[in-house]
């Protein structure tokens, strides 16, 4: 089976629970917080995928890590996930749970790239046409990306609007051979 189907799968499950037990902002937290933990530490990424341990051992260790810290029904999903050896999916899911739970909030995700860094009126400007174009509230992460010269990349959903100078010169150097 497909790696992202099986994601999506336990997302939708974890969500649904969530919204039955009505801990669905605990449990987006939890998975917030996952990915922010995986994303500076490499080697929770490496225990994911680690063969040498069994399951009750990365339970174990899940269990030290997040107990503390997590929702009861966070801690069950992360059992469940690798009591069924489909550890490699913890990220995916917390991606897919994330984007459900903002999708039942109505909140849109909107990802900004730019080419230098901008000012916070900037970024505000922007925040408030995504919200008018969208009619939804907006959540916006932005990032620096020196090859685009200038300008800037959005992208909301499946909708990308690129006003980058890299691309504006790549279309007229096009247009000239052509």
Known sequence: MNQSTIAVRYAK???MLA???QQLEAVAKDMETLLLIEKDN???AQLYQNPVLNIHQKQAIFKDL???HFNA???QFLSLIVTNRREKNISNAARNFLKRYREHLGIKKAFLTTA????NTQKEIIVKLVKEAYKAEVEMDSTIDNNLLGGFVLQVDDTRYDASIATQLKNIKQQLLS
């Open 66 to 68: 997040f107990e503390k």
């Open 116 to 119: 230098s860094d901008m000012n």
């Open 73 to 75: 029904t966070t801690m």
């Open 13 to 15: 499950a974890l969500f």
């Open 19 to 21: 919204q039955e037990k």
């Open 42 to 44: 490499e080697t929770l």
